[in-house]
T-cell receptor
Framework: GESVGLHLPTLSVQEGDNSIINCAYSNSASDYFIWYKQESGKGPQFIIDIRSNMDKRQGQRVTVLLNKTVKHLSLQIAATQPGDSAVYFCAENISGGYQKVTFGTGTKLQVIP | GAVVSQHPSRVICKSGTSVKIECRSLDFQATTMFWYRQFPKQSLMLMATSNEGSKATYEQGVEKDKFLINHASLTLSTLTVTSAHPEDSSFYIC?????????????FGPGTRLLVL
């Protein structure tokens, strides 16, 4: 969905704990989802993606869960490190035709050393 | 992943002047490039999609005569902010994709910070 307001939701996590960042997407026709990490003053960096025919996908220290019934996406980061501090965006896409990626609002992750 | 560069990384200009931002895909041929704008503490908003050799497709509310996009080659797209005003100050980010990997696989540039005085 589109971003509204001037305040990013913030998640503060102790170093070493697991982080869970949630995202609600808007378009039930979306069939491809991506999580991006954006550090201050930089462009987004791809973390992990998932297609709508899956409900879970794992990467290195990260797991994405997809619940199409309630249009919800989550990113789990295991053993959170200070370098994980950034803003995390989910993005949705509809394959085929005019393809564009729509970014969610974003969540700021603060890792407490 | 693929490398996308932007130039300049930051620019300050006077109101009424035009500013050109370059986006280059350094190690692959980008059939499609996207331009986003990001205001502080907000998400990325897609401005336009450009395909090499054809006119850009602008999102609703984005003035095509103000934000000129040229995608003349498979490795270069430019965004020109014409007659810039303070409200155009923002972080402009491009991304590039090639048809082989699917448009979903976008590689983002580092962004260009524009400040209009």
């Amino acid at each position: 969905g589109e971003s509204v307001g001037l305040h990013l939701p913030t998640l503060s996590v102790q170093e070493g704990d697991n982080s869970i960042i949630n995202c609600a997407y808007s378009n039930s026709a979306s069939d491809y989802f991506i999580w991006y990490k954006q550090e201050s003053g930089k462009g987004p960096q791809f973390i992990i993606d998932i297609r709508s025919n899956m409900d879970k996908r794992q990467g290195q220290r990260v797991t994405v869960l997809l619940n199409k019934t309630v249009k919800h996406l989550s990113l789990q980061i295991a053993a959170t490190q200070p370098g994980d501090s950034a803003v995390y965006f989910c993005a949705e896409n509809i394959s085929g035709g005019y393809q564009k990626v729509t970014f969610g609002t974003g969540t700021k992750l603060q890792v407490i050393p | 992943g693929a490398v996308v560069s932007q130039h300049p990384s930051r620019v300050i200009c006077k109101s009424g002047t035009s500013v050109k931002i370059e986006c280059r895909s350094l190690d692959f041929q980008a059939t499609t490039m996207f331009w986003y704008r990001q205001f502080p503490k907000q998400s990325l908003m897609l401005m336009a999609t450009s395909n090499e050799g054809s006119k850009a497709t602008y999102e609703q509310g984005v003035e095509k005569d103000k934000f000129l996009i040229n995608h003349a080659s498979l490795t270069l797209s430019t965004l020109t902010v014409t007659s810039a005003h303070p409200e155009d100050s923002s972080f402009y980010i491009c991304s590039a994709a090639n048809g082989l990997a699917g448009v979903e696989t976008q590689y983002f540039g580092p962004g260009t910070r524009l400040l209009v005085l």
